[in-house]
């Protein structure tokens, strides 16, 4: 079948087989589907764990809806023989799998990387685990919390004087996620483009993407022997940059990396002159006299209402920003001009609002064809494609019995 890819999306005519849980596998797979992939989601009877993490409306878990849109789920069981047979009949002809067992799972099951690979050469397989499928670790079970803490991320971030800071929210899986959609497509152009014709094992931890995002530390750290400590929202590297709260209790977040900008906010909250102190000439002497910057900048800050601060600092051609919640997201004239958050018809919930498709194509954009479907809604759908794959009828009717309804709430 030919698509036409600026209709159907960029990735049309991928499939992609997702049989990962919660949320770094499966959100490489949505970002997939966004892009046109075919992504049938395989899931326990039980349902992803997603379903039932978070917030819930009428049963319905949000979360899911958001990380299980534009994809096919079904019901199979890879412990049972039907639900090997249906899942190899996926693997026949897909592009990508997509799973994230702890390490040796799918080889106890007979369903190792070397099986899949003999049956389809032309497999790219994103194996996600905690620890990756090698070293001293790679039998221990790691979620995005171990990760944040694994990879050093957690030591650095919070006030000097507190605790580590883990995020409220999935940051390793997220980051490990968008890894993946681009090692996934890295793969797919060697075997495709560069003419390989041959698939590969993708072997993602959740500890490394987010290590490999940390700036020079490694580095300072062989050559100076320092290892970065917390600053809370302050930075080793450049001054001014902090949250200031405004007069009317709003708080803006300013970071004055470029040397023009740093004369330009300087001179804007401390008058004429200011920029030219010895103690603030250099980024070295800002770092160094940080109280009395802040001081400047924070004070004056505090003495003027959010409207104000954004206006004269739009005036003076100085980047700041306000710190959002969801609520003046979703109110926010740049969010709504470019439909960050658009809406989508549920067959559940009706109008549902979540995150736009990113990032933007202009030739070839990304769709929300709909939300995270129910346990199981697309099992006969599914399935009888499979028998027209080659699948056993009698396999398919007892997966149909044994698949959700579709009426279940998920």
């Not at 600026?6 to 992609?16: C, I, S, T, W």
């Not at 897909?94 to 190792?112: C, H, M, Q, Y």
């Amino acid at each position: 079948m030919k698509h036409d890819t600026e209709r159907d999306g960029p990735l049309a005519g991928l499939k992609v087989i997702d049989c990962a849980t919660v949320f770094a596998g499966p959100l490489t797979a949505m970002v997939l589907a966004d892009f046109g992939a075919d992504v049938v989601k395989i899931e326990h009877p039980d349902g992803d764990a997603l379903r039932k993490m978070g917030q819930a409306k009428d049963g319905h878990g949000l979360w899911f809806k958001v990380t299980g849109r534009n994809k096919r789920c079904i019901v199979l069981d890879l412990h049972d023989d039907d639900g090997k047979a249906a899942f190899l009949q996926l693997v026949k002809d897909a592009d990508v799998l997509i799973e994230n067992f702890r390490t040796g799972t799918l080889e106890r099951w007979g369903l190792g990387a070397d099986v899949l690979a003999e049956l389809n050469p032309r497999l790219v397989m994103l194996r996600v685990t905690g620890f990756g499928q090698t070293g001293p670790y790679r039998h221990r079970a790691g979620f995005g919390t171990i990760a944040e803490a694994f990879s050093g991320f957690a030591h650095i971030t919070g006030e000097a004087s507190g605790p580590p800071t883990l995020p409220p929210f999935g940051l390793a899986d997220g980051v490990a996620a968008y890894h993946g959609a681009f090692a996934v497509m890295f793969a797919i152009y060697e075997r495709d483009v560069q003419g390989s014709g041959k698939g590969q094992v993708i072997d993602l931890s959740l500890y490394e993407p987010l290590f490999s995002l940390l700036g020079g530390q490694t580095s300072t750290y062989d050559q100076l022997g320092i290892v970065q400590k917390r600053s809370g929202n302050r930075s080793a590297n450049n001054a001014p940059r902090n949250a200031y709260v405004t007069k009317d209790g709003r708080w803006v977040s300013l970071s004055a990396a470029a040397p023009s900008i740093t004369r330009r906010v300087l001179e804007l909250t401390g008058g004429p002159g200011t920029a030219d102190d010895p103690r603030f000439r250099t980024n070295a002497d800002r770092v160094r006299n940080i109280e009395e910057v802040d001081a400047i900048v924070g004070g004056w800050i505090a003495k003027h209402t959010l409207d104000e601060v954004l206006d004269a600092f739009e005036k003076a051609e100085a980047a700041i920003g306000p710190v959002y919640d969801i609520a003046q997201i979703c109110e926010d004239p740049q969010y709504v001009a470019r439909e960050s958050v658009t809406t989508v018809q549920d067959a559940d919930l009706g109008p549902l609002r979540m995150q736009n498709v990113f990032p933007r194509m202009l030739r070839t954009p990304g769709r929300i064809k709909h939300a995270g479907p129910r346990v199981g809604e697309h099992q006969r759908e599914v399935l009888d494609e499979l028998v027209e794959r080659g699948l056993s009828a009698e396999v398919a009717a007892r997966l149909r019995a044994k698949g959700a309804s579709g009426d279940k709430p998920g």
